[in-house]
């Protein structure tokens, strides 16, 4: 080598080592950014009567919303066309339009911000679609338990048809050789008596209203029982989580949410209230008896959320993950229902909704979409 080239040199294997050493330096700060950044944040002021009587505010307009429409449904008889059949029908699909904003809105784009968090692994962030992967994955899950349960429930009331005719035909009295014609005829009545005795009683079972079969469902009315307890898990696994949410974070944005969270959980309590008005139950404290589990979901998680407040860090990877787990399922579970058991039997395979007339299609229609338009509007804030 020249002696010439010998500054040449130095000057390169110089500016090599600074390269190196100044990458090493941003490497270190963006660890070091990292880790801050996934450290427990200080919540600041945090006032507790507050978050105690947000507890109740929420209980009041959540029970409020739920409740409403059931017993409008339920507190005497109305005649299809008149104002309360009207008031229910544009509540019922305004809460259709509410689980859709709900799901779209509120729980998708919150799993895959939480999915994208850069305080997660690795391996979580290696894939950009977990949030669909997970709401696609409680989507057949929910179909394969729809088809499992109503398959069940098909064979059981079969198994019960088929002895109560081996009953029926006990009960018959016998035909004895020697009977003359007028016998003949008389026994013949009776079967016929006993068979028309088996069809109503078959009747009665699949209506499930006024029997004590009633728990035995058919056809469409299995979708709606089962799609509608599968709606309630949706909506309660979302609950619990605002509900933390709602008690963990400061003053600062405390109002803000729970304006919007009071307009949430009243606009998904009439959703829920609605459906559970298509149910047939007997007796009148069953829909009252699941409305109340959705009703103290959010008071609930209000109430976890005040008790780990100053040991919560929102930012664990933990915390993140569960909650983009759990939001991704429960969209899954919502548009499953919104789409499958509202939208499709309600309206598309609903042969009284196409005989509807054209203004109580338009207000179906327009109360959907008022109702996703306003949900969507409430996430902006919630």
Not at 290 to 297: D, Q
Request: glycine share 8%; hydrophobic share 45%.
């Amino acid at each position: 080598m020249k002696s010439c080239d010998l500054p040449y040199t130095s000057l390169f294997i110089l500016l090599l080592l600074l390269t190196t050493q100044a990458n090493y330096v941003l490497a270190q700060d963006d660890a070091t950014s990292d880790k801050d950044a996934c450290a427990a944040s200080v919540i600041g002021e945090y006032n507790m009567g507050l978050r105690v009587g947000s507890l109740f505010i929420i209980l009041g307009t959540t029970s409020l919303g739920t409740y409403t429409p059931i017993l409008l449904h339920r507190i005497s008889p109305y005649d299809r066309g008149g104002i309360r059949d009207w008031i229910l029908t544009i509540g019922k699909f305004f809460g259709t339009g509410v689980i859709l904003a709900t799901a779209f809105v509120h729980m998708l784009p919150n799993a895959f911000r939480n999915f994208s968090n850069r305080c997660l692994t690795g391996g979580w962030l290696s894939y950009g679609s977990f949030a669909g992967v997970f709401c696609m994955i409680s989507s057949f899950a929910l179909q394969l338990l729809e088809v499992a349960s109503v398959s069940q429930f098909t064979k059981y009331h079969q198994r019960q048809l088929r002895k109560q005719e081996r009953d029926a035909e006990m009960a018959l009295p016998s035909v004895i050789e020697e009977t003359t014609f007028s016998e003949k005829m008389s026994t013949a009545d009776t079967v016929q008596a006993a068979a028309t005795t088996t069809h109503c009683h078959e009747h009665h079972v699949g209506d499930g209203h006024d029997h004590a079969h009633g728990a035995l469902l058919n056809g469409d009315d299995a979708y709606k029982h089962i799609g509608t307890y599968i709606l309630e898990l949706g909506i309660v696994m979302h609950s619990v989580l605002i509900g933390i949410t709602l008690a963990t974070v400061g003053d600062g944005e405390f109002i803000t949410l729970i304006i919007a969270l009071v307009f949430h959980q009243f606009f998904e309590g009439i959703a829920l209230g609605t459906r559970l008005n298509e149910m047939p139950y007997k007796k009148w404290y069953t829909p009252v008896l699941l409305a109340s589990v959705y009703i103290m979901m959010t008071p609930l998680g209000i109430a976890i959320g005040i008790g780990i407040h100053s040991s919560f860090n929102e930012n664990a990877l933990k915390t993140i993950l569960s909650s983009a787990i759990l939001n991704s399922l429960s969209a899954g579970i919502l548009l499953y229902n919104a789409y499958v058991s509202l939208m499709s039997l309600e309206v598309s395979h609903n042969a009284s909704f196409h005989q509807s007339s054209n203004m109580r299609k338009i207000c179906c229609f327009s109360s959907m979409y008022v109702g996703a338009g306003l949900m969507s509007l409430i996430g902006k804030w919630a």
